[in-house]
């Protein structure tokens, strides 16, 4: 499966956080507070050409990742994947093994 091979289609499904549910995303960063009129931009998802991705699971990712470390090294595009990633991670109430 090459991930880097697709193209944005239509996600129907409500998006998994957004500005008003996730609390890590910066003031500046709040389209919606700001005055964006649609959310349309919400609604988008990758599709690799040959192959599903599976919807993110953050219980399994957990699971994966228990007792590593991770890095995010990089601009403020990181910094935006990194707090996106604690946005979805942020759903799981309490984790055990």
Known sequence: CNIWQGKWVP??????YDNFTCNLIHEHQDCLSNGRPDHGFLHWMWKPHDCELPSFDARNFLKLVKGKSM???GDSIARNHFQSLLCLLGQVETFKS
């Not at 996600?11 to 998994?16: K, M, R, S």
């Open 11 to 16: 996600y129907h499904a409500n998006p998994p």
């Open 71 to 73: 890095a995010f090294a």
